[in-house]
Protein backbone atom coordinates (compact mmCIF):
# COMPACT_ATOMS: atom_id res chain seq x y z
CA UNK A 1 0.00 0.00 0.00
CA UNK A 2 1.50 3.44 -0.90
CA UNK A 3 0.76 6.70 0.88
CA UNK A 4 0.66 8.69 -2.97
CA UNK A 5 0.83 7.92 -5.86
CA UNK A 6 2.15 10.34 -8.50
CA UNK A 7 0.73 9.37 -12.09
CA UNK A 8 3.22 10.91 -14.74
CA UNK A 9 7.36 11.71 -14.20
CA UNK A 10 7.38 15.03 -15.68
CA UNK A 11 8.61 18.35 -14.08
CA UNK A 12 5.35 18.51 -11.63
CA UNK A 13 5.04 14.82 -10.66
CA UNK A 14 8.82 14.36 -9.72
CA UNK A 15 8.84 17.57 -7.80
CA UNK A 16 5.29 16.39 -6.62
CA UNK A 17 6.73 12.78 -5.52
CA UNK A 18 9.76 14.08 -4.08
CA UNK A 19 8.37 16.61 -1.50
CA UNK A 20 5.49 14.17 -0.62
CA UNK A 21 8.72 11.59 -0.02
CA UNK A 22 10.12 14.36 1.87
CA UNK A 23 7.36 14.90 3.94
CA UNK A 24 7.64 11.27 4.92
CA UNK A 25 5.23 9.80 2.56
CA UNK A 26 5.38 6.30 1.12
CA UNK A 27 5.43 7.03 -2.46
CA UNK A 28 5.38 5.59 -6.04
CA UNK A 29 5.87 7.33 -9.67
CA UNK A 30 3.82 5.81 -12.46
CA UNK A 31 5.00 7.16 -15.39
CA UNK A 32 3.96 5.70 -18.93
CA UNK A 33 7.60 6.14 -20.92
CA UNK A 34 10.79 4.21 -20.20
CA UNK A 35 12.25 7.22 -18.31
CA UNK A 36 11.13 10.10 -16.52
CA UNK A 37 11.31 13.50 -17.73
CA UNK A 38 11.03 13.34 -21.93
CA UNK A 39 9.58 16.90 -22.30
CA UNK A 40 11.67 18.38 -19.87
CA UNK A 41 14.57 17.01 -21.70
CA UNK A 42 13.64 19.06 -24.90
CA UNK A 43 12.96 21.77 -22.74
CA UNK A 44 14.36 25.26 -24.45
CA UNK A 45 15.76 23.11 -26.52
CA UNK A 46 17.83 21.38 -24.16
CA UNK A 47 19.01 24.04 -22.20
CA UNK A 48 16.01 24.59 -19.86
CA UNK A 49 14.40 27.70 -19.03
CA UNK A 50 13.82 26.46 -14.78
CA UNK A 51 12.12 29.73 -13.93
CA UNK A 52 13.07 33.40 -14.35
CA UNK A 53 14.30 36.84 -12.02
CA UNK A 54 10.23 37.95 -11.80
CA UNK A 55 10.02 38.41 -7.72
CA UNK A 56 6.27 39.40 -6.87
CA UNK A 57 4.24 36.88 -6.68
CA UNK A 58 1.45 39.15 -8.36
CA UNK A 59 2.93 40.09 -11.23
CA UNK A 60 4.32 37.20 -11.79
CA UNK A 61 0.94 35.09 -11.64
CA UNK A 62 -0.69 37.73 -13.62
CA UNK A 63 0.87 36.75 -16.39
CA UNK A 64 -1.32 33.55 -16.84
CA UNK A 65 -3.90 35.31 -17.62
CA UNK A 66 -7.09 35.24 -16.02
CA UNK A 67 -6.38 31.97 -14.47
CA UNK A 68 -3.26 33.45 -12.80
CA UNK A 69 -4.71 34.02 -9.59
CA UNK A 70 -5.49 30.47 -8.78
CA UNK A 71 -1.57 30.00 -8.74
CA UNK A 72 -0.73 32.91 -6.45
CA UNK A 73 -0.50 30.37 -2.89
CA UNK A 74 1.32 27.50 -5.10
CA UNK A 75 3.61 30.19 -6.23
CA UNK A 76 3.69 32.31 -2.90
CA UNK A 77 4.98 29.27 -1.17
CA UNK A 78 7.63 28.49 -3.88
CA UNK A 79 8.88 31.42 -5.85
CA UNK A 80 11.49 31.95 -8.58
CA UNK A 81 13.94 32.45 -5.71
CA UNK A 82 13.30 29.49 -4.11
CA UNK A 83 13.10 27.25 -6.97
CA UNK A 84 16.55 28.73 -7.53
CA UNK A 85 18.05 28.04 -4.20
CA UNK A 86 16.40 24.24 -4.30
CA UNK A 87 18.24 23.65 -7.48
CA UNK A 88 21.44 25.24 -6.71
CA UNK A 89 21.66 23.94 -3.03
CA UNK A 90 21.20 20.21 -5.03
CA UNK A 91 24.78 21.38 -6.88
CA UNK A 92 22.78 22.49 -9.79
CA UNK A 93 24.37 26.22 -10.87
CA UNK A 94 22.26 28.25 -12.36
CA UNK A 95 22.57 31.37 -14.81
CA UNK A 96 20.93 34.21 -15.24
CA UNK A 97 20.16 35.50 -19.29
CA UNK A 98 19.15 39.12 -20.39
CA UNK A 99 18.63 39.29 -17.47
CA UNK A 100 15.25 37.61 -16.48
CA UNK A 101 15.70 33.97 -17.68
CA UNK A 102 17.08 31.16 -15.55
CA UNK A 103 18.88 28.16 -17.00
CA UNK A 104 21.10 25.58 -15.86
CA UNK A 105 24.94 26.80 -16.12
CA UNK A 106 26.98 23.96 -17.53
CA UNK A 107 26.48 22.38 -20.72
CA UNK A 108 24.33 19.61 -19.87
CA UNK A 109 21.28 22.08 -19.59
CA UNK A 110 18.11 20.26 -18.99
CA UNK A 111 19.94 16.87 -18.47
CA UNK A 112 21.16 17.48 -15.12
CA UNK A 113 17.80 19.56 -14.36
CA UNK A 114 15.90 15.99 -14.68
CA UNK A 115 19.26 14.10 -12.79
CA UNK A 116 18.81 17.01 -9.91
CA UNK A 117 15.22 15.84 -9.63
CA UNK A 118 15.81 12.24 -10.09
CA UNK A 119 18.18 12.25 -6.95
CA UNK A 120 16.07 14.19 -5.17
CA UNK A 121 12.99 11.56 -5.45
CA UNK A 122 15.42 8.90 -4.76
CA UNK A 123 17.31 10.23 -1.91
CA UNK A 124 13.67 10.58 -0.17
CA UNK A 125 13.01 6.88 -0.98
CA UNK A 126 10.79 7.67 -4.19
CA UNK A 127 9.95 4.03 -6.22
CA UNK A 128 9.52 4.05 -10.26
CA UNK A 129 6.96 2.22 -12.16
CA UNK A 130 8.22 2.65 -15.51
CA UNK A 131 6.94 1.85 -18.87
CA UNK A 132 3.49 1.37 -16.95
CA UNK A 133 0.45 4.14 -18.32
CA UNK A 134 -2.33 4.54 -15.44
CA UNK A 135 -5.98 3.77 -16.48
CA UNK A 136 -7.91 4.36 -14.04
CA UNK A 137 -8.09 5.28 -10.69
CA UNK A 138 -9.93 3.73 -8.16
CA UNK A 139 -12.34 4.63 -5.91
CA UNK A 140 -14.63 3.37 -2.96
CA UNK A 141 -17.30 4.55 -0.57
CA UNK A 142 -15.80 8.12 -1.70
CA UNK A 143 -12.18 6.97 -0.79
CA UNK A 144 -9.53 6.83 -3.28
CA UNK A 145 -8.38 2.84 -3.37
CA UNK A 146 -6.15 2.17 -6.03
CA UNK A 147 -4.81 2.84 -9.76
CA UNK A 148 -5.18 0.54 -12.43
CA UNK A 149 -2.10 -0.27 -15.17
CA UNK A 150 -3.55 -2.84 -17.39
CA UNK A 151 -4.30 -6.02 -15.72
CA UNK A 152 -2.13 -4.77 -12.54
CA UNK A 153 -3.75 -3.09 -9.45
CA UNK A 154 -2.23 -0.68 -6.77
CA UNK A 155 -3.11 0.35 -3.45
CA UNK A 156 -2.95 3.99 -2.42
CA UNK A 157 -4.57 6.44 -0.39
CA UNK A 158 -3.59 9.49 -2.55
CA UNK A 159 -3.01 9.96 -6.14
CA UNK A 160 -1.43 13.09 -7.83
CA UNK A 161 -2.31 13.43 -11.74
CA UNK A 162 0.51 15.04 -12.97
CA UNK A 163 -0.05 13.82 -16.76
CA UNK A 164 0.92 17.03 -18.34
CA UNK A 165 -1.15 18.52 -21.37
CA UNK A 166 -1.60 16.90 -25.16
CA UNK A 167 0.77 18.87 -26.72
CA UNK A 168 4.45 16.91 -27.83
CA UNK A 169 2.62 13.21 -27.46
CA UNK A 170 5.59 12.17 -28.40
CA UNK A 171 7.05 12.90 -24.85
CA UNK A 172 4.38 10.65 -23.39
CA UNK A 173 1.67 13.70 -22.74
CA UNK A 174 -1.10 13.10 -24.75
CA UNK A 175 -4.04 13.70 -22.75
CA UNK A 176 -4.80 10.97 -20.43
CA UNK A 177 -5.07 13.24 -17.26
CA UNK A 178 -7.95 14.60 -18.99
CA UNK A 179 -9.96 11.18 -19.18
CA UNK A 180 -8.61 10.11 -15.59
CA UNK A 181 -9.79 13.43 -14.43
CA UNK A 182 -12.94 13.63 -16.27
CA UNK A 183 -14.21 9.91 -14.89
CA UNK A 184 -14.00 11.21 -11.19
CA UNK A 185 -16.15 13.79 -11.96
CA UNK A 186 -13.83 16.93 -13.23
CA UNK A 187 -14.34 19.06 -16.09
CA UNK A 188 -12.05 19.71 -18.98
CA UNK A 189 -11.95 22.88 -20.55
CA UNK A 190 -10.95 22.39 -24.17
CA UNK A 191 -7.39 21.63 -24.51
CA UNK A 192 -5.66 24.42 -27.52
CA UNK A 193 -2.57 24.22 -28.69
CA UNK A 194 -0.15 27.11 -27.63
CA UNK A 195 3.37 28.34 -28.43
CA UNK A 196 3.21 27.09 -31.66
CA UNK A 197 5.42 28.25 -34.85
CA UNK A 198 3.76 29.79 -37.60
CA UNK A 199 3.40 28.74 -41.23
CA UNK A 200 3.26 30.90 -44.52
CA UNK A 201 3.64 30.13 -48.30
CA UNK A 202 4.67 33.66 -49.16
CA UNK A 203 8.21 33.26 -51.47
CA UNK A 204 9.43 36.18 -49.64
CA UNK A 205 10.51 34.39 -46.62
CA UNK A 206 12.22 31.11 -47.95
CA UNK A 207 15.35 32.48 -48.83
CA UNK A 208 15.56 33.88 -45.18
CA UNK A 209 15.36 30.69 -43.32
CA UNK A 210 18.09 30.76 -39.99
CA UNK A 211 17.86 34.58 -39.91
CA UNK A 212 16.86 35.41 -36.51
CA UNK A 213 15.39 38.72 -35.81
CA UNK A 214 16.00 40.20 -31.99
CA UNK A 215 13.15 42.32 -30.61
CA UNK A 216 10.89 42.80 -32.76
CA UNK A 217 7.11 43.46 -32.24
CA UNK A 218 4.76 41.18 -33.92
CA UNK A 219 1.03 41.75 -34.68
CA UNK A 220 -1.65 39.26 -35.53
CA UNK A 221 -4.48 40.34 -37.76
CA UNK A 222 -7.31 37.22 -38.14
CA UNK A 223 -10.26 38.09 -40.30
CA UNK A 224 -9.01 41.84 -40.93
CA UNK A 225 -9.08 42.65 -36.98
CA UNK A 226 -6.09 43.19 -35.04
CA UNK A 227 -6.18 40.33 -32.34
CA UNK A 228 -2.60 40.96 -30.20
CA UNK A 229 0.95 41.98 -30.08
CA UNK A 230 4.00 40.41 -28.75
CA UNK A 231 7.52 41.78 -28.56
CA UNK A 232 10.38 39.36 -28.63
CA UNK A 233 13.03 37.24 -30.73
CA UNK A 234 12.03 35.71 -34.18
CA UNK A 235 13.48 32.89 -36.13
CA UNK A 236 12.80 32.23 -40.17
CA UNK A 237 11.92 28.42 -40.65
CA UNK A 238 12.04 26.63 -43.64
CA UNK A 239 7.76 26.61 -43.56
CA UNK A 240 7.45 30.25 -41.63
CA UNK A 241 8.24 31.98 -38.86
CA UNK A 242 9.04 31.08 -35.08
CA UNK A 243 10.33 31.37 -31.63
CA UNK A 244 9.74 33.49 -28.42
CA UNK A 245 7.25 36.13 -30.08
CA UNK A 246 5.51 34.17 -32.61
CA UNK A 247 5.04 31.67 -29.33
CA UNK A 248 3.58 33.62 -27.68
CA UNK A 249 1.07 35.23 -29.88
CA UNK A 250 -0.55 32.26 -30.62
CA UNK A 251 -1.53 32.39 -26.93
CA UNK A 252 -4.65 34.73 -27.72
CA UNK A 253 -7.96 33.40 -28.82
CA UNK A 254 -8.81 33.90 -32.51
CA UNK A 255 -10.02 32.17 -35.38
CA UNK A 256 -7.22 30.01 -36.91
CA UNK A 257 -9.51 28.82 -40.35
CA UNK A 258 -9.60 32.46 -40.68
CA UNK A 259 -7.45 34.92 -43.33
CA UNK A 260 -4.53 35.19 -40.63
CA UNK A 261 -1.64 37.78 -40.71
CA UNK A 262 1.53 38.40 -38.87
CA UNK A 263 3.14 41.74 -39.17
CA UNK A 264 6.47 42.00 -38.38
CA UNK A 265 8.00 45.36 -37.09
CA UNK A 266 11.36 45.83 -37.11
CA UNK A 267 11.48 49.58 -35.03
CA UNK A 268 9.21 48.72 -31.77
CA UNK A 269 10.39 51.86 -30.21
CA UNK A 270 9.88 53.88 -33.05
CA UNK A 271 6.10 55.62 -34.15
CA UNK A 272 5.88 55.26 -37.90
CA UNK A 273 6.04 59.17 -38.71
CA UNK A 274 9.26 59.30 -36.55
CA UNK A 275 10.98 56.12 -39.25
CA UNK A 276 9.63 58.24 -41.51
CA UNK A 277 11.35 61.58 -40.82
CA UNK A 278 14.66 59.98 -39.89
CA UNK A 279 14.63 58.23 -43.94
CA UNK A 280 13.81 61.86 -45.23
CA UNK A 281 16.88 63.26 -43.23
CA UNK A 282 19.01 60.19 -44.01
CA UNK A 283 17.77 60.41 -47.82
CA UNK A 284 18.38 64.21 -47.52
CA UNK A 285 22.07 64.28 -46.21
CA UNK A 286 23.11 61.34 -48.90
CA UNK A 287 21.22 62.44 -51.69
CA UNK A 288 24.11 61.25 -53.88
CA UNK A 289 23.38 56.86 -52.87
CA UNK A 290 21.27 54.61 -54.03
CA UNK A 291 18.46 54.30 -51.78
CA UNK A 292 19.10 50.81 -51.41
CA UNK A 293 22.10 51.65 -49.53
CA UNK A 294 20.31 54.10 -47.17
CA UNK A 295 17.76 51.20 -46.17
CA UNK A 296 20.90 48.59 -45.36
CA UNK A 297 21.82 51.29 -42.42
CA UNK A 298 18.29 50.56 -41.20
CA UNK A 299 18.16 46.54 -41.58
CA UNK A 300 20.24 43.87 -41.72
CA UNK A 301 21.57 43.29 -44.96
CA UNK A 302 19.49 39.50 -45.65
CA UNK A 303 16.35 41.91 -45.15
CA UNK A 304 16.87 44.73 -47.35
CA UNK A 305 15.90 42.88 -50.75
CA UNK A 306 12.88 42.08 -49.70
CA UNK A 307 11.69 45.65 -48.03
CA UNK A 308 12.30 46.78 -51.88
CA UNK A 309 10.34 43.87 -52.87
CA UNK A 310 7.25 44.01 -50.17
CA UNK A 311 7.31 47.71 -50.82
CA UNK A 312 7.56 47.69 -54.65
CA UNK A 313 10.01 51.26 -54.15
CA UNK A 314 12.71 50.82 -56.78
CA UNK A 315 15.98 49.61 -54.96
CA UNK A 316 18.38 51.45 -57.03
CA UNK A 317 16.28 54.71 -56.85
CA UNK A 318 18.51 57.55 -56.39
CA UNK A 319 18.01 59.32 -52.69
CA UNK A 320 17.40 62.98 -54.16
CA UNK A 321 14.96 61.00 -56.09
CA UNK A 322 12.76 59.36 -53.64
CA UNK A 323 9.00 60.29 -53.78
CA UNK A 324 7.02 61.02 -50.32
CA UNK A 325 4.87 58.24 -51.42
CA UNK A 326 7.75 55.84 -51.97
CA UNK A 327 9.28 56.85 -48.66
CA UNK A 328 5.70 56.26 -46.33
CA UNK A 329 5.63 53.13 -47.98
CA UNK A 330 9.32 52.12 -47.19
CA UNK A 331 8.73 53.03 -43.64
CA UNK A 332 5.45 51.16 -43.13
CA UNK A 333 7.17 47.80 -44.87
CA UNK A 334 9.93 48.35 -42.03
CA UNK A 335 7.41 48.83 -39.80
CA UNK A 336 5.48 45.59 -40.92
CA UNK A 337 6.99 42.92 -42.67
CA UNK A 338 3.21 41.41 -43.86
CA UNK A 339 3.58 36.92 -43.79
CA UNK A 340 0.24 36.82 -45.22
CA UNK A 341 -2.12 33.16 -45.15
CA UNK A 342 -0.67 32.27 -42.06
CA UNK A 343 -1.41 29.09 -40.69
CA UNK A 344 -0.39 27.66 -37.22
CA UNK A 345 0.99 24.33 -35.62
CA UNK A 346 -0.43 21.72 -33.58
CA UNK A 347 -0.23 19.80 -30.88
CA UNK A 348 2.51 17.91 -32.18
CA UNK A 349 4.50 21.29 -31.84
CA UNK A 350 2.46 23.05 -29.30
CA UNK A 351 5.51 24.63 -26.03
CA UNK A 352 2.30 23.84 -24.02
CA UNK A 353 -1.40 22.89 -23.84
CA UNK A 354 -3.57 25.55 -23.10
CA UNK A 355 -6.97 24.73 -21.59
CA UNK A 356 -7.86 21.10 -19.15
CA UNK A 357 -8.65 20.18 -16.08
CA UNK A 358 -10.75 23.19 -15.15
CA UNK A 359 -9.20 25.03 -11.53
CA UNK A 360 -13.15 25.77 -10.42
CA UNK A 361 -13.10 22.16 -8.85
CA UNK A 362 -9.33 22.18 -7.47
CA UNK A 363 -8.18 24.20 -4.32
CA UNK A 364 -5.17 26.58 -4.99
CA UNK A 365 -4.41 26.45 -1.52
CA UNK A 366 -3.45 22.56 -1.32
CA UNK A 367 -3.82 21.10 -5.37
CA UNK A 368 -6.41 19.36 -3.95
CA UNK A 369 -9.71 18.37 -5.97
CA UNK A 370 -13.05 19.26 -4.48
CA UNK A 371 -14.99 16.77 -6.20
CA UNK A 372 -12.98 13.80 -4.78
CA UNK A 373 -11.02 13.55 -1.09
CA UNK A 374 -7.71 12.57 -2.14
CA UNK A 375 -7.18 13.43 -5.35
CA UNK A 376 -4.61 15.94 -6.11
CA UNK A 377 -3.13 17.82 -9.48
CA UNK A 378 0.34 19.27 -10.19
CA UNK A 379 0.88 20.71 -13.76
CA UNK A 380 0.00 21.37 -17.35
CA UNK A 381 -3.02 19.11 -17.07
CA UNK A 382 -4.36 21.94 -15.46
CA UNK A 383 -6.35 24.54 -17.11
CA UNK A 384 -3.17 26.99 -17.10
CA UNK A 385 -0.56 28.43 -18.94
CA UNK A 386 1.90 31.41 -19.41
CA UNK A 387 4.01 33.15 -22.31
CA UNK A 388 7.68 31.96 -22.58
CA UNK A 389 9.99 32.77 -20.08
CA UNK A 390 10.27 30.33 -17.44
CA UNK A 391 6.61 30.44 -16.27
CA UNK A 392 5.49 27.04 -17.10
CA UNK A 393 8.03 25.21 -15.74
CA UNK A 394 7.69 27.58 -12.73
CA UNK A 395 4.81 26.99 -12.46
CA UNK A 396 4.74 22.85 -12.79
CA UNK A 397 7.40 23.84 -9.60
CA UNK A 398 5.36 25.52 -7.65
CA UNK A 399 2.18 23.07 -7.67
CA UNK A 400 3.90 20.54 -7.96
CA UNK A 401 5.45 21.18 -4.51
CA UNK A 402 2.22 21.95 -2.64
CA UNK A 403 0.24 18.82 -4.30
CA UNK A 404 3.27 16.68 -2.58
CA UNK A 405 3.21 18.20 0.70
CA UNK A 406 -0.38 18.38 0.90
CA UNK A 407 -1.12 14.49 -0.05
CA UNK A 408 1.63 13.57 2.10
CA UNK A 409 -0.45 15.24 4.57
CA UNK A 410 -3.90 13.77 3.59
CA UNK A 411 -2.53 10.69 3.24
CA UNK A 412 -0.99 10.77 6.94
CA UNK A 413 -4.16 11.33 8.41
CA UNK A 414 -6.24 8.68 6.47
C1 LIG B 1 9.93 21.99 -26.97
C2 LIG B 1 9.52 22.51 -25.63
C3 LIG B 1 10.31 23.45 -24.99
C4 LIG B 1 9.92 23.96 -23.75
N1 LIG B 1 10.74 24.85 -23.13
C5 LIG B 1 10.38 25.36 -21.92
C6 LIG B 1 11.26 26.20 -21.19
O1 LIG B 1 12.42 26.41 -21.57
N2 LIG B 1 10.78 26.75 -20.04
C7 LIG B 1 9.53 26.49 -19.55
O2 LIG B 1 9.15 27.04 -18.52
N3 LIG B 1 8.71 25.62 -20.17
C8 LIG B 1 9.12 25.04 -21.33
N4 LIG B 1 8.30 24.14 -21.96
C9 LIG B 1 7.04 23.75 -21.29
C10 LIG B 1 7.34 22.77 -20.15
O3 LIG B 1 8.32 21.84 -20.59
C11 LIG B 1 6.08 22.01 -19.74
O4 LIG B 1 5.09 22.93 -19.40
C12 LIG B 1 6.36 21.09 -18.55
O5 LIG B 1 7.42 20.20 -18.82
C13 LIG B 1 5.11 20.29 -18.21
O6 LIG B 1 5.43 19.45 -17.14
P1 LIG B 1 4.36 18.43 -16.56
O7 LIG B 1 5.08 17.65 -15.53
O8 LIG B 1 3.11 19.12 -16.22
O9 LIG B 1 4.00 17.49 -17.80
P2 LIG B 1 4.96 16.57 -18.71
O10 LIG B 1 6.34 17.04 -18.66
O11 LIG B 1 4.28 16.47 -19.99
O12 LIG B 1 4.95 15.19 -17.94
C14 LIG B 1 3.83 14.36 -17.91
C15 LIG B 1 4.29 12.96 -17.70
O13 LIG B 1 3.15 12.13 -17.51
C16 LIG B 1 3.35 10.93 -18.19
N5 LIG B 1 2.02 10.32 -18.43
C17 LIG B 1 1.05 10.77 -19.26
N6 LIG B 1 -0.02 9.97 -19.20
C18 LIG B 1 0.28 8.99 -18.30
C19 LIG B 1 -0.40 7.85 -17.81
N7 LIG B 1 -1.63 7.52 -18.24
N8 LIG B 1 0.20 7.06 -16.89
C20 LIG B 1 1.47 7.35 -16.46
N9 LIG B 1 2.16 8.41 -16.92
C21 LIG B 1 1.58 9.22 -17.81
C22 LIG B 1 4.08 11.34 -19.45
O14 LIG B 1 4.74 10.25 -20.06
C23 LIG B 1 5.02 12.39 -18.91
O15 LIG B 1 6.26 11.82 -18.49
C24 LIG B 1 8.70 23.55 -23.15
C25 LIG B 1 7.93 22.59 -23.79
C26 LIG B 1 8.33 22.06 -25.00
C27 LIG B 1 7.49 21.00 -25.66
Redesign the pocket.
Known amino acids: MYDVIV???????LMAAGFAAKEGAKVLV????VT?????L????GR???TNTLKDTKQFVSKFGKNGKFLYQAVNSFTTSDVVTFFNSKGLKTTVEKGFKVFPAGEAGSADVLRVLMNFCVSNGVEFLPS????AVNVSDGHIVSITIGSREIKCRAVVI????K??PA????G??YT?AAALGHTIVEPRPVLVPAYSDDEWIKELRGVSLRDIRLTLVSGGKKIAEADGDLVFTDRGVSGPAVYDITRYEFDRRAENRLLIDLFPAKRVEELDAELEQAARINNKKQIKNIIDEYVMSSLVPFVFQLSGVDAVLKASNLSKKDRNRLAAVMKGLPLTGVTFGGFERA??TAGGVSLKKIDGRTMSSVVLEGLYF????MDIDAP?G?????M?WSTGRLAGISCAEYAKKR
Open positions: IGGGAAGAEKMCGRKLISGSCNISPVTACGGSYTGSSDGLVVAGEVTGYNLQC
